[in-house]
């Protein structure tokens, strides 16, 4: 099927991209985005896979393809795709957790880059500890760099208990202790890291922790998923930024007494979905300019 | 009054005065004593699902799991404990004020997860 630019906004839910720079964030056209060593990435979140509701999303295993084709049809591809968590929807039968799994393995794989990164959610990960995921995508926690970025993506999800854990805030002072302070560190969780709405499970119960050892170093920004909806927050000098699901919308944080997906708008289908793309800045080149005398003194 | 009548009448005015000091010492301590209540969790359920305490009451809950690991969360009152399966769990507070707050499980446990709830009901 082939997605028309109106529909890819609406179902992108971006007019611009957020770009990644050591000043913060900034906002601009797609197009312009075109510095030669910037680099672009896609953020999606919340896929859901499994879930039925025709009240909710009539079209439930259409949506995620969707966002696939539309991904693949941006006139400047990604250098990688990352998917926050809650690939699939939550089941307490072990094989169908497995078949949700693997069927959204399969969707993915129609993606035109295939730099795909993957982390869970507590949908894919709470009940089993992330056993099958691991089965199937790997670890939970984990880093990698790219173009002089250092991504760290961390699991504050397998821990039922909305938390980290200590073992893997030992891993993640380990990681940031090998970084220079001026480091660009771009941190991946599922939950916010800090305390958003914890009536609603809208936190990460030791989040503070990860904060604190994130805190000294000058270039950190968080992009996370759960809260299926767009979200902005700055902890000190660290911004944390929520990203759109592709299943279904969720109120904002405590303005109704029950949280629960908001339903369906047939005038207006797709809305509140979307996923998000990053532009990177690559540092520019500098140079450090030192004068001599004749005699080879520093002047 | 000879000496065996004279101790028994002591031991019946002992046992008087420890009986009327036990009784309203007893009251008393009624009073302050910890109200114990009993609550089950399971998928996707407490029992019961209404509590009702006393303001000003101490209350010790107990909590039992009959499956997985729950939790229970009630924001109002600022008071949070793990429900783990194969044990009591016990968590003590005393409500400060009268009204109705809604409670919560929040450790994961599952597709009905987001309805795990229930209610405090504290009278005056």
């Known amino acids: 099927m082939k997605i028309d630019r ?230 000190g000098h660290i911004y944390q930024h929520a990203a759109k699901g592709l299943m279904y919308p969720l109120p904002g944080p405590g303005s109704v007494p029950k949280k629960a997906p908001v339903p369906w708008d047939p005038e207006a289908p797709y809305r509140g979905l979307g996923f998000r793309g990053i532009n990177a800045e690559v540092k520019k080149a500098k140079y450090d300019i030192a004068e001599f005398s004749v005699k080879g003194e520093r002047l | 009054m000879k000496p065996a009548k004279f101790i028994i009448a002591i031991l019946i005015l002992m046992i008087s005065l420890l009986t009327i000091h036990h009784f309203i010492g007893g009251l008393s301590i009624a009073d302050e004593k910890e109200t114990v209540i009993q609550v089950t969790a399971k998928k996707f359920e407490y029992s019961p699902k209404e509590i009702r305490l006393k303001k000003g009451v101490p209350v010790v809950m107990e909590f039992t799991s009959l499956d997985r690991l729950h939790g229970f969360n009630c924001p109002s009152f600022k008071i949070r404990s793990d429900i783990f399966p194969g044990k009591k769990n016990l968590l003590r507070f005393t409500p400060d004020k009268a009204g109705s707050f809604p409670f919560h499980c929040d450790n994961f446990c599952g597709s009905g997860h987001e309805g795990m709830t229930g209610t405090i009901i504290v009278e005056k």
């Not at chain 1, 809650?86 to 497995?98: G, K, S, V, W, Y």
């Open chain 1, 6 to 235: 109106r529909e890819f906004l609406k179902l992108a839910g971006i007019g611009g991209v957020v770009v990644l720079s050591p000043g913060g964030l900034l906002n601009r056209d797609n197009a312009a985005a075109s510095e030669a060593n910037d680099f672009f990435f896609v953020q999606l979140s919340d896929t859901h896979w499994g879930f039925t509701g025709p009240a909710i999303n009539p079209d439930a295993t259409g949506t995620l393809k969707k966002a696939v084709e539309a991904v693949n049809s941006l006139k400047r591809q990604p250098d990688f795709i990352m998917f926050t968590g809650d690939l699939t929807h939550t089941t307490d039968d072990d094989a169908e957790r497995r078949k949700r799994l693997s069927e959204f393995r399969e969707i993915v794989s129609r993606l035109t880059v295939k730099n795909v990164r993957l982390m869970p959610g507590e949908h894919d990960a709470g009940l089993d500890e992330g056993k099958a995921f691991k089965e199937f995508f790997g670890d939970t926690h984990y880093t990698f760099e790219h173009k002089g970025v250092h991504f760290i993506v961390v699991d504050n999800v397998s821990d039922p208990t909305s938390s980290i854990g200590d073992v893997q805030l030992a891993w993640l002072g380990g990681e940031l202790k090998k970084l220079r302070k001026s480091e660009r560190i771009v941190v991946f969780t599922h939950r916010p890291l800090f305390d958003l709405y914890p009536d609603w499970d809208w936190h990460t119960r030791d989040g503070a922790k990860a904060i604190d050892l994130l805190m000294p170093y000058e270039n950190v920004i968080v992009f996370y998923g759960h809260i299926h909806q767009e979200h902005h927050y700055e902890t």
